[in-house]
């Protein structure tokens, strides 16, 4: 006889279900008592057939119900009779293809192995540990009988439905943007019925909103079982758009209709949009308040549709209400400056903190102009017209000139004046000085002196006026230093004394201050937490024996303890678990570490393929003090097209690529790029591996191909350099992340370089021949700035130094530095001041060939293709591009008449400098003036400062996502002969 069981627990409910196949006579009198015995089995049976929550098997599956399980299961009922049974087959099946976790680790969720016995209450947190996932909406276990005592267990899994796509398709009318901000639901997740009904209803609302009322909204749901997933087209069709029939004002006096239906955009006869009509309404609102009526009742009293002409009705309540006279004297207030400093207007309330509110907004206001000593006086009349007066006395304008502090202190003054938010006049700017602010400042300087030990300092401040200046003077009393007498920690039991004592700040005989009580606190809980404790509970009790002395003890509640019972890898569909497995920094059988726990989860996302990780420790459903690691990932789109299109200096050229970030599933790149231009062609194809043999150093294979010409134009221009030069590059690169801002990176590069189409310098050059270079380098590169495309703040800093040893197979054998710096600080409001600084060295080394029989000032070893060139909108803007730097004549001819003109021959020494004051303009419009110096020369010791180039300008900058649209206007101060001093530039990007 083959008895069937079916144990299964679904997300509407638990359900038992029994059925029995014979194929034994012999058994039949067992059979027939099993059903006196048990009946309940019986009966279960018919409710389990009406309430099964079927596997979808049709093309387009129903709704999948996210379901809540019912705690009181009968799966342990049913499965009861199999209490004692040895399992000689574990089995999981799943109703398609897993693409969100492979078997080996749903194999870890499993408790019951082969040859276990059969126990119920295992089922039931087998069951659980399956829905913990969140990847089966249904979860079904088939018991089969092999022989008297042994039986095969089969897990029946039911897939989550996963959203795959959403999109919006048919004649929508509005912003795919704005209806993305509808959406209750995101792609990735699982598919809800009740998300995507309560997403339609919320369009048809915003629809009618935007005045469509004849909007229809078609869901289409494309099924793909395969996968488990689903693809979401909502078909739209907007219809016409409602006009507004009747504007109609219910207007108490003294307000007036024709002038109120003037100052809102609402029209009638146009068509309607719900959102407009608020506008219209706060900026009624906001313009009564202005007007003195404060509590102004202003709101719609009717909006009804009319399906027959699509057509709205609209009446606007207007009830002023009572007026309030807001008096400011001795100022002029815009009504802006009004809505925006005095609370009293968008409160819409007299209340008195509203009205002392708007006083010290009106001074903070006045001393940020330079009215240190302004003052405003308020109050209120209560007789109608109720009546709030603020009396304004400006006073003087003063620039802050000084800070000062009086009393000799412990603390270095430079250290004070580290906290403060004061600031000091300045070529553009009188400093920055409010009551709020020096207010602040002193609470900075109290904390400072805390923090270091003096509990009773205290700090007094004072301004004092001089003339048109004004110094602010800070008298400090420090008072007694307090330190620690005892220290001791009480409640420890899995760290010894002495390695907590070792670990924190305090110290018995050291400095006692609540800040270093404080740290302490931190850094005993991440102990704990690292060592997989948690809800731990931190006391302190602090006494003061002695005057100046503290006696502290730490009083700790440990917690509970955990471990990892199995880490479960979620999500991965592409990417590999192997390469999952070796980022995580905590394995079965640890403990839950926190530390490890952030580590891993910096590290798969260091990986570059996830958009999303999410690491849960889930209970075991077994052993309390046991976790389940799960880490759950969603994978970013792994195909990235590249493209863009650049202009400089006359340049336009555009870029296309593509790239695969997760190629062969082993969170490696390979990519290809291909740039052309007028001047300049490139292609390119790379491989990244993050970590080559298990080391964790990110390194680029790469190969490419630039053929760059030189410029070409008017011959009076004679632009740029005066050749052809063609790359053939293959280059191995690794990074070294040493900390977030600063990299190590190390390069081999083999070349292959061809210099052509020299024309008349041929002769003087003689170099258009091949060269082989095979270059070692090694970068550090530091960046801390807040926008790489645009910053405002921080600095940039690299050093790049280059070998091209013969033993490589170089044909030329030099050492190239290069090393630059840009530094960018805020000075004022929106001025950004910004520096950039580069230095260029080219030495040559061994033995390498220089033609004799050139002029000295033409003979150099560095191959022509090699050396430094400068000029042009992201060097000097003094020259067009390449044009600086030594210089020899060349002979053309222009319409049969022969002329020189100098062209640059590259050196092997370059120092520039550029300083730009950035200000704002207009709104995204901002201005640049800049002075740019420096030269290319012939070698290092030709540096010299009087064969500087010099050139200042303007600019203006057009902020755009991709970076600032830029336009300079330089001009050279020192041209050299024959040159233009005035220059245009347009570029994408800033100079640095």
């Not at 955990?562 to 390469?579: F, K, L, P």
């Not at 191995?732 to 210099?755: A, C």
Request: aromatic fraction near 10%; charge should be neutral.
């Amino acid at each position: 006889m083959k008895v069937f069981g079916e144990a299964r627990e679904t997300r509407n409910g638990s359900h038992g279900y029994l059925c029995f196949c014979f194929s034994n006579q012999p058994f039949l009198l067992t059979t027939l008592l099993l059903i006196f015995l048990f009946p309940p089995i019986f009966v279960a049976q018919s409710s389990a057939t009406t309430q099964r929550s079927e596997i979808p098997t049709s093309s387009a599956p129903p709704f999948v119900d996210v379901y809540s399980r019912d705690p009181s299961s009968h799966a342990e009922v049913t499965s009861a009779m199999f209490e004692g049974f040895i399992v000689d087959k574990v089995t999981l099946t799943p109703d398609g293809k897993l693409t969100e976790i492979n078997e080996a680790n749903l194999r870890k969720l499993i408790l019951i192995r082969t040859g276990d016995r059969y126990e119920a209450m295992v089922i039931r947190q087998c069951i659980e540990r399956l829905f913990s996932t969140h990847l089966f909406f249904d979860v079904q276990i088939d018991v089969q009988v092999l022989s008297p005592g042994h039986c095969a267990v089969d897990f029946k899994m039911a897939r989550n439905v996963y959203i795959n796509r959403l999109r919006f398709s048919g004649d929508r009318k509005l912003d795919t943007a704005q209806l993305l901000r509808q959406v209750t639901f995101r792609e990735k997740e699982s598919f809800d019925r009740e998300a995507l009904e309560g997403t339609i209803s919320r369009l048809f609302v915003f629809y009618e909103k935007n005045g469509y009322f004849r909007s229809q909204i078609t869901p289409k749901l494309i099924w793909d079982k395969s996968r488990s997933v689903v693809d979401i087209d909502l078909e739209i069709r907007a219809g016409d758009r409602a006009r507004v029939e009747k504007l109609v004002f219910d207007v108490e006096l003294p307000a007036n209709a024709s002038v109120i239906r003037e100052e809102i955009k609402t029209r009638q006869g146009e068509k309607y949009s719900g959102a407009v009509l608020d506008e219209d309404i706060q900026d009624l609102t906001r313009q009564f308040a202005l007007l003195g009526y404060l509590n102004a009742d202003i709101y719609i009293k009717e909006n009804s549709y009319n399906p027959e002409r699509n057509t709205v009705s609209v009446t606007i309540r207007i009830n002023p209400r009572d007026f309030v006279n807001v008096d400011v004297r001795g100022i002029e207030l815009s009504h802006a400056d009004k809505w925006d400093l005095l609370p009293l207007f968008p409160e819409r309330s007299t209340e008195p903190v509203f009205v002392q509110e708007s006083a010290q907004n009106l001074q903070r206001y006045l001393q940020e102009r330079g009215h240190y000593f302004a003052a405003v006086k308020p109050a209120i009349r209560t007789e109608l017209p109720r009546t709030v007066i603020l009396d304004v006395e400006r006073g003087k304008k003063f620039s802050l000139a000084g800070i000062r502090f009086e009393n000799i202190t412990p603390l270095e003054e430079g250290e004070l004046r580290g906290v403060l938010a004061l600031r000091l006049q300045s070529l553009f700017s009188r400093g920055v000085y409010t009551s709020q602010t020096l207010a602040d400042d002193l609470e900075r300087i109290r904390n400072l002196f805390v923090q270091k030990g003096y509990a009773d300092a205290r700090v007094e401040p004072r301004l004092e006026p001089r003339d048109e200046e004004a110094f602010v003077i800070f008298r400090v009393s420090a008072g007694p230093q307090f330190h620690v007498n005892s220290l001791e920690i009480v409640g420890n039991r899995a760290f010894d004394d002495q390695t907590l004592l070792d670990s924190l700040q305090s110290r018995a005989g050291g400095i006692y201050s609540p800040y270093t009580v404080a740290v302490d606190r931190s850094i005993l809980i991440t102990m704990y937490e690292n060592a997989g404790f948690s809800n731990i509970d931190f006391r302190s009790d602090i006494h003061y024996p002695f005057p100046g002395l503290a006696d502290i003890t730490y009083y700790l509640n440990e917690g509970d303890r955990y471990t990892i019972e199995n880490v479960v890898i979620t999500g991965n569909r592409i990417t590999r678990d192997h390469v999952i497995q070796r980022e995580l920094a905590l394995v079965a059988g640890e403990q839950v570490s926190l530390e490890k726990l952030l580590t891993t989860e910096s590290n798969l996302y260091n990986l570059g393929v996830f958009n999303r990780v999410s690491i849960e420790a889930d209970p075991t459903f077994q052993n309390p003090f046991q976790k389940i690691l799960r880490v759950h990932l969603e994978e970013a789109e792994h195909y990235t097209l590249i493209y863009g299109a650049g202009y400089e200096d006359a340049d336009p050229r555009v870029t296309v690529g593509i790239s695969d970030t997760n190629f062969l599933g082993m969170a490696r790149t390979l990519g290809t790029a291909f740039r052309v231009g007028a001047r300049q062609q490139r292609g390119q194809i790379g491989y990244t591996l993050p970590r080559p043999f298990g080391w964790r150093l990110p390194t680029l294979l790469s190969l490419f191909a630039q053929h760059e010409r030189k410029r070409q134009g008017d011959l009076q221009e004679d632009l740029g350099k005066p050749f052809d030069t063609t790359r053939l590059t293959a280059q191995l690169q690794s990074e070294r992340r040493i900390n977030r801002p600063t990299s190590l990176f190390f390069r081999f590069n083999y070349e292959k370089v061809s210099v052509s189409n020299i024309e008349e310098l041929e002769a003087l050059f003689r170099e258009n021949r091949p060269v082989r270079l095979a270059r070692l380098s090694v970068s550090l590169l530091n960046d801390s700035r807040d926008n790489p495309l645009n910053a405002n703040r921080g600095t940039f800093n690299s050093v790049d130094l280059q070998l091209t040893p013969r033993f490589l197979g170089s044909e030329a054998q030099f050492m190239r530095l290069f090393a630059q710096q840009q530094y960018f600080q805020p000075v004022a409001h929106g001025l950004v001041f910004a520096v950039s600084e580069r230095f260029g060295l080219l030495k040559p080394f061994g033995k390498n060939t220089v033609d004799t029989s050139l002029p000295v000032q033409l003979q150099n070893p560095i191959p022509i293709s090699e050396r430094f060139f400068a000029g042009g909108s992201t060097s000097l803007r003094g020259f067009r591009l390449d044009q600086a730097g030594p210089l020899v004549e060349k002979t053309i001819t222009i319409k049969e008449r022969a002329e020189k003109r100098l062209v640059p021959i590259g050196g092997n020494a370059l120092l520039i400098w550029n300083a730009e004051l950035r200000f704002p303009v207009f709104r995204f419009i901002r201005g640049v003036l800049f002075y740019d110096t420096g030269n290319v020369f012939r070698n290092a010791g030709n540096i010299s400062l009087k064969d500087f180039s010099h050139a200042v300008g303007f600019g203006l900058r057009l902020n755009t996502p991709v970076g600032p649209l830029r336009a300079d206007f330089g001009y050279n101060l020192n041209p050299p002969p024959n040159f233009k001093k005035e220059l245009f530039f347009f570029n994408i990007g800033q100079t640095f």
